[in-house]
Structure formats: C-alpha cells, structure tokens
C-alpha cells in the first residue's frame, strides 16, 4: 500500500484519537506531522507492517507518550495547558446547578453536602464539629450522596466520559429544569 493512500485513510482516525489524549490542537496537528514522518521513513525502508493501522496507534500512542515527557521536563506549565484548570470551573458552574437539588433533600443531607462537596470541608473537621465519629459522618456523607443521585437520576438522564465525569445532561420531565 502507498505511503498516501495509508495516510488519507487514517489521518482522521488518528486525529481524533490524538484529540482525546491532547488538549491543544496544534500539538495534535505537530504529533500528526511526527506521526507521518515516521511513517514516511518505514515505508522508505520498504519495511512495510503487516498491521499498518496497529503500527500506526502505536506510534502514535508513544507519540503522545514523548509529548507529556517533553512537556514535564519543561519548567514553566501554562495553566491554560491544563486540562483539570477547564474542570474546576465546570465543576464550579455545575455547583450552582446542584444547589436546587441538594435543597429538596432532608435537611440534615442538605447541610452535609453543601458543607463538605460544595465549600470542600473536610470530612475529619465535620465530624469533630458535629462530635461524632469520623466513619459515622463518612457513612452519612455516603447515604446523602445516594439521596442526591436519586433526585439526579428522577429529573435528568446523565451523560458522562470515560471516567465518570458529566458531561451533558437531558431533564426527564418537563417540569425539570434545575440550571
């Protein structure tokens, strides 16, 4: 197979893939180039893969690899580079969706999480607050948590990542329209 016909059927593939690891398109775009530069040098080899689309994730798999080494040896990190800077302030936008839902809650529950989720109290400092033991408030924390998921779950159908986090959301009645 020709080195251009191997490119033009993978490129996209390849680019979202790279997409889903990298947060700035145009290391995306550099990791793409490196990507067809080394495949560029086997085909004028002639050692072609047998598997060229399992090569081809493997390189680009420790493409993405070298990018975060390179990128951890450097001494100066721009925040904008980060991708859990973009969360906090989802998760801090997301908070003002939770609130209705935490306030339909006992008010036991409600105090609970808006004290410990929401203005991030540790849970130690809760309990001796409160004069109870540390698994005792661990266990409300964890009853509370269950209640709000049931509320979440009787209003919106979640849609969540890879690893847990939401993403999108869709009421499930009308009437249900926290944010």
């Known amino acids: 197979m020709e080195l251009e ?6 490129k996209k593939s390849l680019q979202q893939f790279l997409r889903t690891k990298i947060s700035n398109d145009s ?14 040098v086997e085909f004028g080899k002639g050692q072609q893969p047998t598997n060229i689309r399992a090569w081809l994730y493997k390189v680009a798999r420790n493409a ?10 450097g001494k100066d990190i721009d925040p904008s580079d980060l ?7 989802k998760e801090h936008i997301f908070a003002h969706c939770l609130l ?5 809650l006992p008010d036991k529950s409600a105090t609970l999480l808006k004290e410990i989720d ?6 130690k400092e809760m309990a001796a607050s409160l004069g109870i033991s540390y ?35 869709h009421p499930r009645k009308d009437q249900c329209n926290p944010c």
Not at 27 to 40: A, M, P, R
């Open 64 to 73: 993405v690899i070298d990018h975060y080494r390179k990128a951890g040896r």
């Open 100 to 104: 209705p839902f935490i306030d339909a």
């Open 5 to 10: 016909a191997v490119w033009n059927a993978y």
């Open 135 to 169: 698994s005792t408030l661990k266990s409300q924390v964890q009853i509370a948590r269950k209640e709000l998921h049931g509320l979440f779950d009787e209003c919106c159908a979640l849609s969540l990542d890879g690893r847990g986090n939401i993403i999108d959301y």
């Open 27 to 40: 290391d995306v775009e550099d990791l793409l180039q490196e990507i067809l530069l080394k495949t560029h």
């Open 118 to 123: 929401i203005q991030r109290k540790s849970q």
């Open 83 to 89: 991708w859990y800077e973009e969360e906090s302030d």
